[in-house]
T-cell receptor, first 112, second 112 residues
Framework: KQEVTQIPAALSVPEGENLVLNCSFT??????LQWFRQDPGKGLTSLLL?????REQTSGRLNASLDKSSGRSTLYIAASQPGDSATYLC???????????FGTGTLLAVQP | SQTIHQWPATLVQPVGSPLSLECTVE??????LYWYRQAAGRGLQLLFY??????ISSEVPQNLSASRPQDRQFILSSKKLLLSDSGFYLC???????????FGDGTRLSIL
């Protein structure tokens, strides 16, 4: 069964810290992996998409890495800010299909 | 630029009543369209997707149905709502299979 797990479920850090969010998937034959941000009561905002042939993608203070062989991806947030507080979701796609398999997310709180 | 709209933002309905949630996309043509549900404490689950007008694929058996009467319109419906239909419903679009998905702001559905 293809499953996606995110640990920890919740994380609280002081402003300015660098932090890492983890995503693991049971089937390593992925097509791509996408990281999203979800603010309370809102939809999802796409942050980064990593193709299976890539090892990392960067956007501003965000860096996502992918290790297919170990079934893991990490989202690195540098110099965290209170505005980064949100739930972060990773989603995996197998094959060039329409189906994304989502993790349950990590709730991040950055304390000012 | 492309935008996606969902309405209503919140909805409270009694058990057994009908449902119609609407999603429209602007700024693109022939998008792939998706309906997801996010239940409390669970990840997002893909309910339906559509690659074209009148073409609907269902991912899970349920009390809901979807229709695509126009190229950029996607509707989620039910004839009789159940308590278990409560949740946060998200519409999304992508340009092609395997491309990043972009989400609307969601509809919070509460069944009483």
């Amino acid at each position: 069964k293809q499953e996606v797990t995110q640990i920890p479920a919740a994380l609280s850090v002081p402003e300015g810290e660098n932090l890492v969010l983890n995503c693991s998937f049971t089937d390593s034959a992925i097509y791509n992996l996408q990281w999203f941000r979800q603010d309370p009561g809102k939809g999802l905002t796409s942050l980064l998409l990593i193709q299976s042939s890539q090892r990392e993608q960067t956007s501003g203070r965000l860096n996502a890495s992918l290790d297919k062989s170990s079934g893991r991806s990490t989202l690195y947030i540098a110099a965290s800010q209170p505005g980064d507080s949100a739930t972060y979701l990773c989603a995996v796609r197998y094959g060039a299909t329409n189906k994304l398999i989502f993790g349950t997310g990590t709730l991040l709180a950055v304390q000012p | 630029s492309q935008t996606i709209h969902q309405w209503p933002a919140t909805l409270v309905q009694p058990v057994g009543s009908p449902l119609s949630l609407e999603c429209t996309v602007e700024g693109t043509s022939n998008p792939n369209l998706y309906w997801y549900r996010q239940a409390a404490g669970r990840g997002l689950q893909l309910l339906f997707y559509s690659i074209g007008i009148g073409q609907i694929s269902s991912e899970v058996p349920q009390n809901l149905s979807a229709s695509r009467p126009q190229d950029r319109q996607f509707i989620l419906s039910s004839k009789k709502l159940l308590l278990s239909d409560s949740g946060f419903y998200l519409c999304a679009w992508s340009q092609q299979e395997g491309q990043p998905q972009h989400f609307g702001d969601g509809t919070r559905l509460s069944i009483l």
